[in-house]
Nanobody, 123 residues
């Protein structure tokens, strides 16, 4: 069992930056693929970024967002730069047993989810 707790959300103006953190419980954090997803009101949950041996990004955030992890701290991060109003959503981190050929882009590939943190970008 893994528990995930996100933090770092908030209100920011367009063009600004935020860094989200996701702290995980458990002693096997390094074996999990970690993903970030987001869900805006009235929309489906969508993939944002993921990391295991490599990193993966949605086209909409490439060049603006950076995912990283610190296995010693059981934490995954999402650095978000040049934020846009359309980035407004609840952001969730997720953990799953994903190998090199795993589908990091699909929510059903992940086994554990955090409670989410709100990111609001004003125009």
């Amino acid at each position: 069992q893994v528990q995930l707790v996100e933090s770092g959300g908030g209100l920011v103006q367009a063009g600004g930056s935020l860094e989200l953190s996701c702290a995980a419980s458990g002693r096997t954090f390094s074996t999990y693929g970690m993903g970030w997803f987001r869900q805006a009101p009235g929309k489906e949950r969508e993939f944002v970024a993921a990391i295991r041996w490599g990193t993966y990004y949605a086209d909409s955030v490439k060049g603006r967002f950076t995912v990283s992890r610190d296995n010693a701290k059981n934490t995954v991060y999402l650095q978000m730069n040049t934020l846009k109003p359309e980035d407004t959503a609840v952001y969730y981190c997720a953990a799953g047993f994903l190998g090199r050929g795993g589908d990091y882009y699909t929510p059903t590939s992940y086994d554990y989810w955090g409670q989410g943190t709100q990111v609001t970008v004003s125009a």
